[in-house]
């Protein structure tokens, strides 16, 4: 069975080519689709398998990153996304894809929160950062696509806005007793991780959060720009790879979407 | 009138001077109740930030509890201004389905402690030329604050649209003088006759809007003038290395070499020559001469395009063309660095747009002024260059990133001539299907015009660039600075590649510098135009028909769309909310005409508009500085070789670039195969960067530049061979093909009237011509930005030194074959390619001494090693021989081997006798000549790696060794040692401040 994944395209979304290849490569057929097609019911989000939302500055960003494209994902979509999310099909924000899903409550999307508890905002270097990090999945997430990935993974992050704020100081026990904390920036066996491993500052190193159910995932990296071989910033060095290390994340989506 | 202010603070107090943003709202009949919903739904984060929401009255400004602070410094844009943030609120208003939301603006507001005085601190906040301010004590200051705010969302005054006639025709020259100076207009007195001549001739004098027009199309920005001039050139005495320069390969510097040669246009004698020469041989008359006057390419020539369009273009791969453009916007940039530079991005971004490609990658190259000026050596009214660098560097962020497009390739110069006037160069890539761009304007073509909102924005700026700034240009021309609005234009890019995979237009060009006064004027210039100018959508009223007309803003696209076409093309525009609006239409009468309703603004003739323009004639006479004739290194006067070494790595120039490069999204298309940072821990600086346009195709792109302005002062003729050797060299390090490479050049000069600097400019691009032809790498693009001077209060001029930017376009023909600078391995060999001389004229050792680097010899290119050297390295890395390669630039090899090492985490160990020892030991570290690379390779390729460069000069240096240090060895000593982390931290401290 073949998978369709919706790329959503918006104004200042900027990475959803990106994004299709890397669908394309683990086995989806990839339609990038503007908002406005499925706002104005030229397209049904139902018609698809998963949904991506893609990295850019949608809107510009100018009233927080991602909030302009949250706000009318809301007020546009909001009952086609909200079932989407509800029958369990793969939807995966990357960076400001990610902070468009924040913003918009569906992650962490936990139950019990009248207010956001977490929120995405500007890294504590207070500027724009294009570098690879590394990551690792926390092995007690609910995330279908982020299960039993070894680590490290090498992904590029390019963000301003990406240090994960917590409002309460028992927030972060809660995300955690959730299973809502996905991926993590990581540096070396035993070391701690710091500046720049940790790019934005973010709390207790979270790169990635998913929702109750698993299968909303948002992370700031770009695994899209992570799917081929001579993508990776020390390939000229190091053995050839197969595959980029962002790929797996996308295939087990597919996998996940075709499970369904 | 409903008027009211949000107030947003933030929870976390991690800035020191808590910053607050309030937005200011306006509606006719917005209610209180749809304020609280802005501002909790869309206004703020509830996780980081609180808001507060009152009417804007007085009553509610002096009950406002307000933070604890000596004084309140608020900065906003001003009105017409464009305001992102603003823009946004009506946008998310929309979204929210508040309709009766009708302005909004944004003010950031600092709290300021005690000890900091507001004013100071508004002056550094502040760019006068586009934002406001106020300093209020808090809780005082009420009426203060209100007229502030009141006054940003406060409706611009009505005027009567009107045309106004200039009395031309009866104008003595003081008075056509006087016209030309007070109308910003830039046209001399030849120029002025030229248009007095025409009305007489038509009995009539002309509108503003007429002038404005031949004044926009006329100016040096847009016609270049200058350079298509008659030029008289003289040299003051000969060239005594004349006679040791093989005439085949220097013809034109033998011809320069003349008692005095007259020029018939720059471009065509140097550049498009310089291309036919190359690209069609076979029918390609003598030097400096144009087969058929004009450049002409064969139909299946890999060029595809060369100096016609708004950008190059060559062939890529079977199926696909790639094309490439570098201009400048040095002027806004120095008035206001952030909006100077975002829109020099924007802009060339529509360059390459307006050649139907979708754009893949950007560039940017950078001049400032050195960063430890003290303030008070700085003229009236020049910005300090940390200030200038860091606002440029932002507004390059922002605007390619926005975009999605990678930047990934540039340079950082700081040189004390740039202190004025700093140079902004912006490069765009595009890609597209081959043959996809349509050329062919047909009369009844509806005239479209696509993207953002005119404004009074940008009038003046061609012109504007086409004189030299002074003490006062920001408070004459404040205009012509601008804000820019990427994500129309990403809209606008989004639309625009599916219109032309739709073939729905059958012209596009952006709306530039002239506004549509150039882009209607251009397009219809083979058949006629007419232009109904209330058509066109305004950001507010208030203009007058020549400034609709003349405006610059930003964000703009013209297009010829056939009347059959117009419904689809509109729908699709309105499908992903891009505004698209019919204009006018193209006519084939020969005449530009421009309406506003009944009122005539423009009737021109075609003919006159584009050829009227009296030739320029422009003297030239060049004198070399003096200097001494050999240049002496002082050995034993010189601090220790490593010292040196440790100053250059710190020296801004050469320092490591990488907070600025990490700023840039170099990453996003995923195709950035080889990035501007290479190595271990991926703060190496890469010769050049890679892309892999099309995934499925492992073909590649290797984009490079050269430019060394401090050659300049002493020969721009070398400069230029210099820079294209750099260029040149660069591409070549990481796998691009020498014999497939495009090239682009753009100068930055000081008046061209002034005889000594256009004696530079012909040396310079005669420099360009010798080094295309020997090299076989066609110029397919090239922009001037002449008047780079500062004229201070007293008339003192100060030219910013000659700067050639030359930029390399080279195809890989692998990209699995790119090699890196980093070195690889322990016991890899080190070789270093091309023959080393006694060049330190204009060196960065002479800088890094305080020498003003006009002593001593400037690296000369010796063409004929040059071309064999940069085949046989390309030979040797396509054949996977080659395990790391960088190039020798500023700080010779001696910088070379610190930057390979400190890129690497392994040491070098480099015997330098081999290098000749009629050299000494200073030179033979140092020296810049051009043309060589440090080469590392594998032991078992090395005989292999020796073949393949045979007939090159080659040395054999030394090996890669585990021991992370630099050992230099000449004459039985150890000159240098250094060890990684003492080169690292030298090399990491330079510029530290950005």
């Known amino acids: 069975m073949t998978v369709r994944a919706l790329i959503l395209r918006a104004p200042g979304i900027n990475r959803d080519r990106d994004a299709a290849l890397a669908c394309t490569l683990a086995g ?28 850019g500055f949608s809107y510009g960003d100018h009233l927080g990153a991602g909030k302009l494209l949250a706000v009318d994902l809301a007020h546009r979509l909001g009952e086609q996304l909200q079932r989407f999310v509800a029958d369990g099909r793969p939807v995966i924000g990357i960076c400001n894809g990610f902070q468009v899903l924040v913003k918009a409550g569906l992650l962490p999307g936990w139950e019990g929160h009248s207010e956001p508890a977490l929120t995405l905002t500007h890294n504590t270097s207070a500027h724009f950062e294009c570098r690879w990090v590394r990551l690792e999945a926390d092995p007690g997430s609910t995330c279908h696509f982020t299960q039993g990935l070894a680590a490290p993974l090498e992904i590029p992050v390019a963000h301003g806005e990406g240090r994960i704020a917590l409002r309460g100081e028992t927030d972060l026990a809660e995300l955690l007793a959730r299973g809502l904390v996905a991926l993590r920036y990581y540096a070396e066996p035993g070391v701690p991780v710091g500046y720049p491993a940790n790019p934005n500052g973010s709390t207790d190193n979270i790169a990635g959060v998913c929702n109750e159910q698993g299968n909303v995932l948002g992370l700031m990296p770009h695994p899209e720009n992570a799917i081929l071989p001579q993508q990776h910033p020390r390939w000229t060095r190091e053995p050839w790879r197969d595959d980029g290390d962002g790929l797996i994340i996308f295939r087990n989506a597919v996998r996940y979407a075709v499970s369904l | 009138m409903a008027q009211f202010f949000v107030t947003v603070a933030s929870r976390e107090a991690t800035h020191p001077e808590t910053i607050q943003t309030i937005y200011v709202l306006e509606g006719l009949a917005l209610r209180l109740a749809d304020v609280a919903r802005l501002a909790t739904e869309l206004l703020h984060d509830p996780v980081t930030e609180t808001v507060t929401w009152r009417a804007l009255t007085l009553d509610e400004l002096m009950v406002e509890p307000l933070p604890a602070a000596a004084h309140m410094l608020e900065v906003a844009y001003r009105p017409g201004v464009t305001d992102n943030a603003g823009e946004s609120v009506l946008e998310g208003a929309r979204r929210l389905g508040i309709a009766v939301l009708d302005q909004a603006r944004m003010v950031r507001r600092y709290l300021l402690t005690s000890g900091v005085d507001p004013a100071a601190r508004a002056a550094e906040l502040t760019i006068d030329l586009v934002q406001t301010s106020l300093i209020a004590v808090p809780g005082i200051d009420h009426r203060s604050r209100l007229r502030f705010y009141q006054d940003l969302i406060s409706p611009p005054a009505h005027v009567q649209p009107r045309v106004v006639r200039v009395a031309l025709r009866e104008a003595d020259d003081a008075e056509l003088l006087r016209i030309s100076r007070d109308g910003i207009l830039a046209l001399d007195l030849a120029e002025m006759h030229a248009v007095r001549d025409h009305f007489v001739a038509l009995g009539r004098d002309p509108s503003d809007g007429e002038l404005e027009t031949l004044a926009q199309t006329w100016s040096e920005h847009c016609s270049h003038k200058s350079f298509k001039a008659k030029v008289r050139y003289r040299r003051a005495t000969p060239d005594q290395r004349a006679a040791a320069l093989d ?30 020469r190359i690209v069609a041989p076979e029918s390609a008359a003598a030097h400096f001469t144009l087969a058929h006057g004009s450049l002409r390419l064969p139909e299946h020539a890999w060029v595809r395009s060369a100096f016609v369009d708004n950008a190059g273009i060559i062939a890529f791969g079977p199926a696909h063309e790639v094309s490439f453009k570098v201009e400048t916007h040095n002027h806004p940039s120095a008035l206001e660095p952030f909006g100077g530079a975002n829109t020099g991005v924007g802009g060339v971004i529509r360059d390459v747009l307006g050649v139907s490609a979708e754009p893949i990658a950007n560039t940017d190259v950078l001049c400032f002024g050195m960063p430890d000026t003290p303030a008070e050596a700085l003229q009236p009214g020049v910005l300090h260059p940390q200030r200038v660098a860091l606002g440029v560097v932002a ?73 030299e700034l002074t003490h006062d240009t920001a408070a004459t021309v404040g205009s012509a600075v601008q804000i820019g609005d990427p994500i129309t234009e990403k809209k606008l890019l989004d639309v625009l590649l599916q219109a032309r995979d739709q073939r729905l237009y059958s012209a596009i060009t952006d709306c530039g510098a002239g506004g549509l006064s150039s882009a209607v004027g251009e397009m219809g210039a083979g058949c006629g135009a007419h232009v109904t100018l209330e058509r066109v959508p305004l950001k507010y009223a208030g203009l007058q028909p020549w400034e609709i007309w003349l405006s610059e803003a930003q964000e703009r696209m013209v297009l010829a769309v056939p009347p059959t076409n117009l419904n689809a093309f509109l729908a699709l525009c309105e499908a992903e909310d891009v505004e698209a609006t019919a204009i006018g239409t193209f006519t084939a009468d020969g005449r530009l005409r421009v309406n506003y309703k009944e009122l005539e603004v423009v009737d021109l003739a075609m003919e006159f508009l584009h050829d009227g323009l009296p030739q320029r004639v422009l003297e030239a006479l060049w004198q070399s500085p003096e200097r001494q004739p050999i240049h002496a290194a002082e050995g034993a006067a010189l601090p220790a070789s490593a010292n040196l070494l440790l100053q250059l790595l710190a020296h801004p120039n050469i320092s490591s670039k990488e907070r600025v490069v990490r700023t840039y999204d170099h990453e996003v298309r995923g195709a950035t195969i080889l990035k501007p940072l290479v190595g271990v821990a991926l703060d190496g600086p890469g010769d050049a960067a890679v892309l892999q346009p099309v995934a499925t195709m492992q073909r590649g792109l290797a984009l490079g530049c050269g430019i060394n302005p401090r050659y300049g002062r002493i020969d721009p003729y070398w400069m230029a061979l210099a820079a294209v050797d750099e260029a040149l060299r660069n591409v070549v390090a990481v796998g691009g093909d020498p014999g497939r490479t495009a090239i682009l050049d753009n100068f930055c000069w000081g008046d061209p009237r002034q005889p000594d600097r256009m004696a530079g400019l012909v040396r310079a691009a005669a420099g360009c011509y010798d080094a295309a032809v020997a090299f076989g790498t066609p110029f397919i693009s090239g922009k001037d930005s002449l008047n780079n001077e500062y004229r201070d209060a007293a008339g003192q001029r100060v030219a910013i030194p000659p700067t050639l930017l030359i930029s390399a376009l080279a195809e890989v023909p692998d990209v699995r074959r790119c090699v890196s600078m980093d070195l690889k391995q322990a016991g890899n060999r080190i070789y270093l390619v091309g023959a080393t001389r006694a060049e330190l004229g204009g060196s960065h050792l002479d800088a890094i001494l305080g020498r003003d680097g006009l002593a001593g010899q400037v690296p000369q290119v010796d063409l004929v090693a040059a071309r064999a050297t940069f085949a046989a390295l390309h030979g040797a890395i396509t054949q996977g021989l080659v395990a790391a390669c960088h190039d020798l630039s500023e700080g010779g090899l001696a910088v070379a081997a610190a930057e390979m090492v400190l890129a ?24 810049e000549t051009p043309s060589r690379f440090l080469v590392e390779v594998r032991p078992g390729d090395a005989a292999a790696f020796e073949s393949v460069l045979a007939g090159v000069a080659l040395v054999e240096l030394g090996a890669v060794q585990h021991e992370a240090l630099l050992r230099l060895r000449a004459d039985g000593q150890i000159v240098a040692e250094v060890e990684l982390d003492a080169l690292r931290q030298a090399w990491q401290a330079g510029l530290s401040w950005m």
């Not at chain 1, 503007?34 to 990295?55: E, Q, S």
């Not at chain 2, 005439?247 to 070499?257: V, W």
């Open chain 2, 904 to 927: 690497g985490h392994l040491g070098l160990d480099l015997e330098l006798d081999a290098l000749g020892g009629e050299l000494d030991v200073t030179t033979r570290l140092f020296s």
């Open chain 2, 395 to 467: 507004g390059v962020r922002d605007y390619g990133n926005k975009l999605g497009i990678p930047t990934v390739n540039g340079a950082v110069l700081f040189d004390s001539g740039y202190s004025a006037n700093p140079l902004v160069y912006a490069g765009t890539v595009g890609l597209a299907p081959r043959d996809a761009h349509p050329r062919n304007v047909a009369p009844g073509d509806v005239i479209v015009l696509l993207g953002g909102h005119t404004g009074r924005d940008g009038i003046h700026g061609a012109t504007f660039s086409s004189i």
């Open chain 2, 247 to 276: 005439p085949q390969l220097y013809p034109a510097f033998h011809l320069l070499e003349q008692d005095e040669v007259e020029l018939n246009s720059l471009i065509k004698t140097f550049l498009m020559a310089a291309t036919e």
């Open chain 1, 28 to 55: 989806a057929v990839a339609e990038r689709v503007h908002v406005n097609h499925i706002a104005r019911k030229r397209v049904k989000l139902a018609d698809y398998g998963m949904l991506i939302i893609p990295g």
